[in-house]
Every structure is written in C-alpha cells, then in structure tokens.
C-alpha cells in the first residue's frame, strides 16, 4: 500500500509541478475524491522526498570524495 501511494503522490506531485493541473485535478487523477485528504497525504510525502534528498546529499558530502 505504501508503495501504490507513493506513486500516486508522485504522479500527482508531476501534475502539479507542470503548472497545468489545479489541485482537485491532481487529486482526482491519482484516485483521491476529497482536497482535504490530497493535501495532507502531498505534504507527508514531499516531506519524505525532501528528507531522503538531504539525507542522499549528506552522505555525498561526508563519504565520497568528489573533486571540484
């Protein structure tokens, strides 16, 4: 399950960030009926995104050595 709604957020997430798609839209293209519902599980999961970017990033930095 935590797999089918990660690819939905995800697929929601694309649709929203090409500025063509309006939230109720997004929602509605992934399954998901009510905003209120859409926007909290988007949050949750940028979130999530964002904190394995960081965490990706951190890594890089501390244990590899990359020439610059």
């Known amino acids: 399950i935590a797999y089918r709604n990660a690819v939905r ?3 929601a997430n ?4 090409s500025g063509e798609f ?3 839209q997004a929602a509605q293209a992934v ?4 905003s209120r519902f859409f ?9 999530h995104v964002q ?3 960081a965490a990706a990033e951190k890594f890089l ?7 610059q």
């Open 39 to 47: 926007v909290g599980n988007i949050k949750k999961f940028l979130a």
């Open 31 to 34: 399954g998901i009926e009510t």
């Open 9 to 11: 957020m995800q697929k």
């Open 51 to 53: 904190t394995e970017e």
């Open 61 to 67: 930095e501390n244990y590899l050595f990359l020439p």
């Open 22 to 24: 309006s939230v109720t």
């Open 14 to 17: 694309d649709m929203l960030s």
